[in-house]
C-alpha cells in the first residue's frame, strides 16, 4: 500500500516512510491511496475475534509492505497486554441503546495509549531494523504527552521532546508526563497555549535544518499516519459487539484535532455500516462552526474543563477534507493556503457530503457538569468532562430508537477532579493502583518562552549520543 500527501506534490511513500516522516514535503499530511475493504461476511466473521485479533485483520492490509504478520502480531500483542482490562476497550450500557466505550484502560488512563503504544513498538521495531536514530517532538493539550512518553520511553533510538501549555492542562495530565524518568524524556512547558506548541511543532517538521542531518524528525501527534490506523480498531470492536454489521451503530465522539473520528469516517468507507458520527466539541467549536456555516476559521482559544479539546486549529480535517474535494491536493493546498491568510468557505457540494455521515453539537463548560451529574444520578457511571460532552451530543443528536449510540469515552474521571467536583459529585475519585503515588513523585520538565528559536535550541543542545 502506498500512501499520499493531501496536497498532492510529495511523493507516494510506503508505510515504514511514513511512519518516520509525519507531514509530507509539501505541508500535506498522509493518507492511503486505497482503502481496504471487509465484506459484510467479514465484518460478521470478526465478531469471534479479541481485541488484538481484530486489530491484526485491520492493521494488517495497511503495513503489509513494511511488517510480516508474524512480527505485527507479536507487536500487537505486546501493545495490549499493558491495558488493565481484558476486554481492552469495554462496552458499558448507560441508557437505552446509549453506551460507553471505555477507552481508558491503558497506562496513561487515556484513549491515545491505543494509537501510542502501538507507535512506539513500531518505531522501535523499525529502527533497531535500521539502526537509525530519530527525535520525536510533540504537541500536546493533556493526554498526547504522556501517552507518547509512556508508549516510547523504552526505545533507546528515540529523544522525546514534549511541548504542553505551561499551567494549562490538568495536574495529574502533567505530572503523568513530568514524573517519568529517562534521559531521553524532556517535558516543555511552553508559556503559550496548545496552539502555539502545535504552531513550533509544524514549523519544526518544516524545518528539519536544526537537528543533526542524521537525526530524522517524527511525529507523534495525530498527524502520524499509524495513530489514525490503530484508532479505526475499536469503531469495528464496539459496532460488531453491538449486531454489525446486520445493523448499523452511530458514534459519538468527543474531538478537538478531528483525528479520532476521522478514524471512524475511514471504518465506514471500509465497508462498516456506521449511520452517523457525531462530532462532540465545548466552547472551542472550530469543528461544530465548519458543520453549521461552512466556515472554517480562528478564534481566540477559551480555556475550559475539559482541556484536552481546547483546541482551535483542527489538524487531521484537512484529511476529510481531500476526500470532500475528490481527492483534489491542487484545491486542499490552495484551502490551506487561504486558511493561513484568514477564514475559509467550503463547498456547497463538499458540506453536502460531510453533512450525510457527520453531524455536530457544542457543549459549554455548564452543560458538561451538568451531564456529569445527571449520569451519575440515572445509573451511578462517572463520566470524565470530555466523555460527558460525548454522551451530551448522542442525547441531543435526535437518533432513532433502533440504532444503538455508542460515546467513545475517551478519559478516566481521576484525570479531571475540579471538573467533577465542579458537577457536584461527591464520591472520591481515586487514580488507578499503578498510579496511586503519582502526587509523591519527583517532577522534571522545563518551562520556556513561546519562542520557536529558544524551544529548537533545547532541543539540539539536549540530544542522546
Same mark, same amino acid.
Given at each position: ?190 508559556? $503559550? @497555549? %496548545?496552539? &502555539?506548541?502545535? !504552531?513550533?511543532?509544524? *514549523? ?5 535544518? /536544526? ?44 474531538? $478537538? @484535532? %478531528?483525528? &479520532?473520528?476521522? !478514524?471512524?469516517?475511514? *471504518? ?5 455500516? /456506521? ?46 477534507? %481531500? ?7 491542487? *484545491? ?134
Amino acid at each position: 500500500m502506498k500512501y499520499i500527501s493531501t496536497r498532492g506534490q510529495a511523493p507516494a511513500l510506503d508505510f515504514e516512510q511514513v511512519l518516520l516522516t509525519g507531514l509530507a514535503s509539501d505541508g500535506g499530511l498522509y493518507v492511503p491511496e486505497t482503502l481496504p475493504q471487509f465484506s459484510r461476511e467479514e465484518i460478521s466473521a470478526m465478531a469471534g475475534m479479541d481485541y488484538p485479533q481484530l486489530a491484526q485483520r485491520i492493521i494488517e492490509p495497511f503495513v503489509s509492505d513494511s511488517i510480516p504478520p508474524d512480527d505485527l502480531r507479536q507487536i500487537i500483542a505486546d501493545t495490549y497486554a499493558v491495558f488493565r482490562h481484558n476486554a481492552v476497550a469495554p462496552l458499558v450500557q448507560i441508557g437505552h441503546n446509549q453506551w460507553v466505550l471505555e477507552l481508558f484502560h491503558g497506562p496513561t488512563l487515556a484513549f491515545k495509549d491505543f494509537a501510542l503504544q502501538l507507535l512506539g513498538r513500531l518505531l522501535d521495531y523499525v529502527l533497531e531494523r535500521r539502526q537509525q536514530k530519530v527525535v520525536i517532538m510533540g504537541a500536546t493539550s493533556g493526554d498526547t504527552g504522556s501517552a507518547a512518553i509512556e508508549g516510547c520511553k523504552r526505545c533507546k533510538n528515540i529523544d522525546i521532546f514534549i511541548l504542553h501549555p505551561h499551567d494549562r492542562v490538568s495536574e495529574v495530565q502533567r505530572r503523568q508526563m513530568t514524573t517519568v524518568v529517562g534521559d531521553n524524556i524532556h517535558n516543555l512547558a511552553i508559556e $503559550g @497555549n %496548545f496552539d &502555539d506548541c502545535q !504552531a513550533m511543532v509544524k *514549523a519544526t517538521f518544516g524545518d528539519r535544518g /536544526v537537528l543533526p542531518a542524521d537525526r530524522g524528525l517524527v511525529a507523534v501527534n495525530s498527524i502520524n499516519w499509524a495513530r489514525i490506523m490503530a484508532q479505526i480498531v475499536y469503531y469495528f470492536y464496539a459496532a460488531v459487539a453491538l449486531g454489525g454489521p446486520a445493523r448499523p451503530v452511530a458514534f459519538s465522539v468527543p474531538t $478537538g @484535532n %478531528f483525528g &479520532d473520528i476521522f !478514524a471512524g469516517y475511514l *471504518a465506514h468507507r471500509m465497508g462498516l455500516p /456506521v449511520s452517523q458520527l457525531i462530532i462532540a466539541t465545548n466552547r472551542n467549536d472550530v469543528l461544530h462552526r465548519v458543520m453549521t456555516t461552512a466556515t472554517y476559521g480562528r478564534q481566540s482559544l477559551e480555556h475550559t474543563l475539559s482541556p484536552s479539546m481546547d483546541i482551535t486549529v483542527s489538524s487531521n480535517f484537512e484529511r476529510l477534507l %481531500f476526500d470532500l474535494y475528490d481527492r483534489d491536493g491542487s *484545491a486542499v493546498s490552495k484551502l490551506m493556503r487561504d486558511f493561513d491568510q484568514g477564514d475559509i468557505h467550503f463547498s456547497d457540494a463538499a458540506m453536502s457530503r460531510a453533512r450525510a455521515l457527520f453531524s455536530s453539537y457544542r457543549v459549554p463548560d455548564e452543560e458538561t457538569c451538568a451531564q456529569i451529574a445527571s449520569t451519575w444520578q440515572d445509573c451511578e457511571y462517572l463520566l470524565d468532562p470530555h466523555s460527558a460532552i460525548g454522551v451530551k451530543a448522542a442525547l441531543a443528536s435526535g437518533i432513532g430508537d433502533g440504532i444503538p449510540v455508542v460515546t467513545l469515552a475517551t478519559a478516566h474521571p481521576a484525570k479531571f477532579p475540579q471538573a467533577i467536583q465542579r458537577a457536584g459529585i461527591v464520591t472520591e475519585v481515586a487514580l488507578p493502583l499503578h498510579l496511586a503515588d503519582l502526587f509523591d513523585r519527583r517532577e522534571r520538565f522545563e518551562v520556556l518562552p513561546r519562542d520557536l528559536a529558544t524551544v529548537q535550541a533545547f532541543m539540539a543542545n539536549n540530544l542522546g549520543a
